[in-house]
């Protein structure tokens, strides 16, 4: 699975921003998706995921209430929908792919990933 995140950009505090992760190789409905952050000099850390008919979403505290996760299997692409953004949501914001019933919260569970895209947020 070749994945592919975009929607980043330069947005103001209080701002929104949709970014997008494309799949392309394999179908994406067999996969729990995930979206993960690295803020410069951090580690990379969990922000959603999605289970594969989007029955059910998890998402870090930090991200709760602002942010929303979804997926479009029939067009193999999932979404994060960031709303009220902040300057510490600044970061490269990663999508990964896993096939295992693991914990979605751990990054080590993921099979794929994808190259990111960068969200800035000035305050």
């Known amino acids: 699975v070749q994945l592919q995140a975009s929607g980043g950009g330069l947005v103001q505090a209080g701002g929104s921003l949709r970014l997008s992760c494309a799949a392309s190789g394999r179908t994406l409905s067999s996969y729990v998706m995930g979206w993960f952050r690295q803020a410069p000099g951090k580690e990379r850390e969990f922000v959603a995921a999605?289970?594969?008919?989007?029955?059910?979403?998890y998402y870090a505290e930090s991200t709760k209430g602002r942010f929303t996760v979804s997926r479009d299997n029939a067009k193999n692409t999932m979404y994060l929908q960031m709303n009220s953004l902040k300057p510490e949501d600044t970061a490269v914001y990663h999508c990964?792919?896993?096939?295992?019933?693991?914990?979605?919260?751990?990054?080590?569970?993921?099979?794929?990933w994808g190259q990111g895209t960068l969200v800035t947020v000035s305050s």
């Open positions: 990964a792919a896993k096939s295992d019933s693991g914990n979605v919260y751990f990054l080590g569970n993921y099979d794929y």
């Open positions: 999605i289970t594969q008919s989007g029955t059910f979403t």
